[in-house]
């Protein structure tokens, strides 16, 4: 399965300066867990908005620099080469950004988003999910507390 992950906002942010606009610890985790021992595709920004590769993760990283090669990754120019890289028995994800969600959504089999229940101000948007297209399985709620400034919900959409 191709699994596209992120964590968006009311209006849709995803992020802005190639950096996240909030800081929910649970969705890290979710995250990590969800994706560790896994493949993942990225954009080339999104992979520089790391301080460092994920651990135990398959970095595919998407590019139309040539000479692009950064240590501990896999590097493509396309979308349909990075699908093809992921093993099919298992599951590969998504992690962003915005212009990798938009290049993947044809590919994706589900899509697992934090909706984090805010509107912030961003340069980097979330795709329009079509509701005729994609069938809301599971919403679990999360309340804010001391470690999160944002209720925000895990909701899993597969495709009809
Ligand atoms: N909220 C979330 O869950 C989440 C998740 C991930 C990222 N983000 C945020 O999203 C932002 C980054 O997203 P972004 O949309 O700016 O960038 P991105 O999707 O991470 O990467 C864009 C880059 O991908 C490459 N690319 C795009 N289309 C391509 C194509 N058709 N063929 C080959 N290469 C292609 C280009 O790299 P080159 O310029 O090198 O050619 C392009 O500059 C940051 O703010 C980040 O924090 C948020």
Redesign the pocket.
């Known amino acids: 399965m191709i699994i596209m ?4 906002a009311e209006n849709n ?9 909030w800081h929910l610890p649970n969705d890290f985790k979710r995250f990590k867990s969800l994706t560790t021992n896994h493949h993942i595709i ?6 520089e ?1 790391f301080p460092k590769p994920l651990p135990n993760r398959t970095h595919i990283v ?4 040539t000479d ?1 090669n950064p240590e501990g990754c896999i590097v ?4 349909e080469k990075a699908i093809a890289l992921c093993p099919e028995e298992e599951d590969s994800y998504i ?7 938009n ?1 993947a959504l044809p590919f994706t089999d589900i899509i697992e988003i ?1 909706k984090v229940h805010h509107t912030f101000d ?3 948007f ?1 795709p329009k999910i079509s509701k005729s297209e994609w069938q809301l399985v599971e919403s679990e709620e999360n309340f804010k507390d001391e470690k999160h400034l944002y209720d925000y919900t895990y909701e899993t959409y597969i495709r009809k």
Request: charged share 20%; aromatic share 10%; glycine share 12%.
């Open positions: 992950i992120a964590a968006v942010a995803l992020g802005k300066n190639n950096d996240l606009v990225m954009g080339r920004k999104t992979f908005s998407i590019t139309r620099q692009y493509v120019d396309s979308i992690i962003g950004g915005g212009e990798i969600y290049l934090t961003a340069d980097t979330f």
